[in-house]
Each structure stands twice: as structure tokens, then as C-alpha cells.
């Protein structure tokens, strides 16, 4: 599985790095269980040998930074995960100062190098920063138009917080299930979308996810439907986070819930 993270100035750090380190994680994981090989979490290398959180390298080794190779991705076998942006870039700045490295340009949708899943992080968007913000971005227009045109390849598209409403100004929430950030949600039922009330909601090719911290809760659901709950579950352990079942999905159960 290709996953782009598309960034821009502005976005929120947590929102795209979030779900960076999850998918990077579990694309090495989940390599690794191709290639039915074990280490201190269950997994090691292609040589046999082993880091502290059993994570591959480029040379199927692993190191103490649990890291999956000089550019993030986790090799041939398991697919990549990188941060792209719309113009031809170093680095973004995100919303609290971070200056991310961008690994290159959104391709076109048809493109041999189009991503299997397209990630669109929020940020800044109640402040209406006119500067650097998903409500810059709104206003500028390219990014929705990027996303429309994703939105009709039949590409997965996911947001995350306010990201949600990059995808509401390109149509693609239009009559369907979604979420946002808690304070953009009146914003997003106004919109057209079916605002649910949920962590992450899946409406098929598109996926929610409400603030912030939602977008590890969606990037692990996502992992776990491509890879099995076992990848998941490893992603979720090495990163120390405690997983929320809080799921809506397309055919109206809740995972989650009692």
C-alpha cells in the first residue's frame, strides 16, 4: 500500500505526523510477516538481526530509531509512506513552527506513482489564517482541486481534523458520512456532509477523522483492514498508544461499542 501525506503551510504537526509513523511502522511490519521472519516483537530483518522495536531498514537491518530507511518508506514488498506537497518543495512549515521535509509533488491521479491512499491533515482552519492554513488552502483553491480530481479516480481519500473541510470545499463530503474537528462540525453538516458523531468514520473511499489524535485512531483501523489486526496491534505497542475502537462504518455498525 502507497500512502501520500499531502502537507502544505500550516498544517497541524500531530494531524500528519500522526498517522506518518503508524503507516511507516506497520509497512515495515507488515514486510516482515511476508516475509515470515520473527524478532523482539515478533519480526526481524531479511539478514535475521534485529533493533529494539524490530523495525527494517534498506538493508533489512534494524535500527535503535525503529526508522524503515533513509526516506521513511518501508521498502518494495510492504509500499511507502511520504509527505508530498502540491508545489515542488523542500520543506513545509506546519502550524506550531515545525519545518517538515517534503519528499516530493502530488502526482496526478492516473500517475504510475499515484498513491493508494491519500491522507489531507488539518490545521489553522477556525483561526481563518489567510497565511498558512487548511483555510488558506480552502481559499486558494488548489488543493480541493487536487482532491476533487483524486475523489473521481475512485482513490481513497482520508482527512483528518480540519482536513475535513479541504475535502467539504472539493465536494467529495457532499451527502456523505464524515467528521471534523469538534468545533468545525456545524461548518461540515452545513456543507452537505452527514456529520457523525464518531472518532473515525469510513464512508468507503472516504474516511474521517474528528481532532488531532483521531488521525492514529484512523491511520491503525486503516492498517488493520490492509494488514490484519496483529500489524495493528504491533504498530500501536511500539508507539505506546492505547487504541479507540470508536469506528462508524459504512453499513451503520459501530465498532466500539457495546
Known sequence: MNVDILVYDGFDELDGIGPYEVFDYAL?????????????????????TTGDDGAIGDDGTTGDDGTTGDDG???????????????????????????????????????????DLLVVPGGGWNARNQEASAWAEAQKGDVPRALAAYHAADTRIASVCTGSMLLAEA?????????????????????????????????????SAGGVT?????????VEREFGES????????????????????????????
Open 73 to 115: 518508506a518501508s521498502g518494495d514488498d510492504g509500499g511507502r509512506v511520504r509527505y508530498v506537497s502540491l508545489d515542488e518543495r523542500e520543506t513545509v512549515t506546519a502550524s506550531h513552527g515545525t519545518r517538515v521535509g517534503v519528499d516530493g509533488t502530488l502526482p496526478g491521479p492516473g500517475g504510475e506513482d499515484a498513491p
Open 171 to 207: 465536494g467529495v463530503t457532499d451527502g456523505r458520512r464524515a467528521v471534523t474537528h469538534a468545533s468545525a462540525v456545524e461548518e461540515l453538516r452545513e456543507s452537505g456532509a452527514e456529520v457523525v458523531d464518531a472518532r473515525v468514520v469510513d464512508d468507503g473511499d472516504v474516511l
Open 28 to 48: 515495515g511490519y507488515a514486510a516482515e510477516e511476508d516475509d515470515g521472519t520473527t524478532g523482539d516483537d515478533g519480526a526481524i530483518g531479511d539478514d535475521g
Open 214 to 222: 483521531s488521525g492514529i485512531d484512523l491511520a491503525l483501523y486503516v
Open 231 to 258: 500489524v495493528a496491534d504491533r504498530a500501536a505497542t511500539v508507539i505506546e498508544y492505547e487504541r479507540r475502537y470508536e469506528v462508524a462504518t459504512r453499513d451503520g455498525s459501530r465498532r466500539g461499542e457495546n
